[in-house]
């Protein structure tokens, strides 16, 4: 066999292992490591392989950002910031037919200005939000959809785990993708919005009302969230002003954090080790995804794949916008059987080759940028899309009183939200853009 035949090869491979409910970092670094041997025919350039990318993997600078905005996550949530960001969400909407649901996705985009997964924002506006959700009579499906589709601004509103991660694949400003984020993450919290609004009219009977709160009262809870702006502002702020990089703003901000949650008691010995060991198992997890990745491109790049991949698409001659309509489309299928992380370590050092030679009337830089933004939108479609989403199945297994199918039929409204945004920063990339032209 060729190389360029192994290389092809090893993907049905992958899968099968995959399917077979292998950790996929697990089957990427078996895979990877096989690969490399049949390729060279010796053991040592496989075994030295493993010396070297283990050591750059586990000491790189850029991805010591991961642990950070993982640890200001679960410092934020001891500081009472989630409850803070709800409560002050809900004083303002919450007298309205749907409001309580729209307050939890307001929440949701606010957590996730100090949070960068997903499945975390998720599963902790959960905890605050469902007990209120439940009290006003929302019904179960629409609550727990509701929440899995604000979780996913998580990983699209700066700090995003997953922006680093493509950051550091393709070589971009990590700084630069956080600031073509804060548009479309603004686009998904309002889009979300209006499809609770649609959803309530069309199924008055999945949300009750509530009574008004004095204002008084609004302005009281809404003085409540300045850890969070505080927080936010000093590490965007700082990052975009040059006063540190975007790793030093991640310590900055765990620290913050961490002293706000001190304050106000949520912080003690306990839950201080208690959070250590769960950004250490958090963080452990990505980078063994990330070493298997690292070992299976470094696989996929010897054997010529990516480069014989993007000259054989751009040969084919379809327009740049049809190539990129379907990569999307298979991320929308890989989302149904794979988490986001894997995917983007997986997909994005084959994709990323063939857009970068396709002319959408960018520049290489704009590109790469606009694509990772679109990317992680889809990517987060499919952290919610029916049968496999894995926001589902987090906010699933905190209500086992509410039937997965329910939550399924209501998650559908938000996925068509989410179509539609995808068409929307496709048809104009200057939406995306917007932002880093104006302060670039």
């Known amino acids: 066999m060729s190389n360029l035949e192994i290389g092809l090869t090893s993907f049905p491979l992958l899968l099968v292992l995959i399917f077979l409910r292998i950790p996929i970092g697990l089957a990427m670094f078996l895979v990877g490591l096989g690969g490399l041997y049949f390729l060279t025919g010796s053991p040592n350039i496989a075994l030295a392989k493993l010396k070297t990318e283990t050591y750059s993997t586990f000491s790189s600078y850029s991805l010591s950002i991961v642990p950070m905005f993982l640890l ?61 959700l439940r009290r006003y009579g929302y019904s179960g499906g629409f609550s727990t959809a509701t929440l899995a589709a604000g979780g996913t601004l998580g990983i699209l509103i700066p700090p995003s785990v997953i922006l680093v991660i493509y950051a550091i694949l393709t070589e971009q400003n990590i700084a630069k993708l956080f600031l073509a984020a804060f548009i479309p993450g603004i686009l998904a919290a309002v889009g979300y919005m209006i499809t609770i609004s649609i959803y309530v009219r069309m199924h008055p009977d999945a949300a009750g009302v509530r009574e008004p709160i004095p204002m008084a009262e609004r302005f009281k809870a809404l003085a409540n969230v300045w850890p969070v702006l505080l927080v936010f502002v000093t590490v965007v702020g700082g990052i975009y002003l040059g006063v540190f990089t975007p790793t030093e703003g991640a310590a900055v901000g765990a620290a913050g954090t961490g002293l706000i949650a001190l304050a106000n008691g949520g912080l003690t010995k306990v839950t201080l080790i208690e959070s250590f ?39 084919l001659g379809f327009s740049p916008w049809i190539i990129l309509i379907i990569i999307l489309s298979l ?58 989403g894995m926001n589902l199945f987090v906010i699933n297994s905190m209500d086992r009183l509410t039937p997965m199918i329910e939550t399924y039929k209501a998650v559908l409204y938000f996925v068509a939200s989410d179509v539609v945004r995808v068409i929307v920063l496709i048809a104009f990339p200057g939406i995306t853009l917007f932002l880093l032209r104006l302060l670039h």
Request: a negative charge.
């Open 72 to 132: 200001m996550g679960h410092f934020a949530t001891l500081g009472g910031m989630s409850q803070a960001l709800f409560k002050a969400a809900e004083s303002f909407l919450g007298h309205r037919r749907g409001g309580v649901a729209m307050a939890a996705v307001g929440a949701c985009a606010g957590f996730g200005a100090i949070c960068g997964s997903s499945l975390a924002t998720a599963a902790t506006m959960s905890q605050v939000a469902l007990p209120e």
């Open 277 to 315: 060991m769960a950004t250490a198992r958090s963080t452990a997890m990505i980078f063994f995804i990330v070493l298997g990745a690292g070992f299976y491109n470094g696989f996929l790049a010897l054997s010529q794949v990516p480069q014989e991949l993007s000259n054989y698409v751009v040969g």
């Open 331 to 388: 991320y929308l299928i890989f989302g149904c059987v794979m988490d986001s992380l894997s995917m983007i370590l997986l997909t994005i050092p084959i994709f990323f080759p063939i857009i970068s030679n396709l002319d959408f009337g960018l520049t290489l830089e704009e590109t790469a940028i606009w694509f990772g933004i679109i990317v992680l939108i889809v990517v987060e479609v499919g952290l919610i899309t029916p049968p496999v």
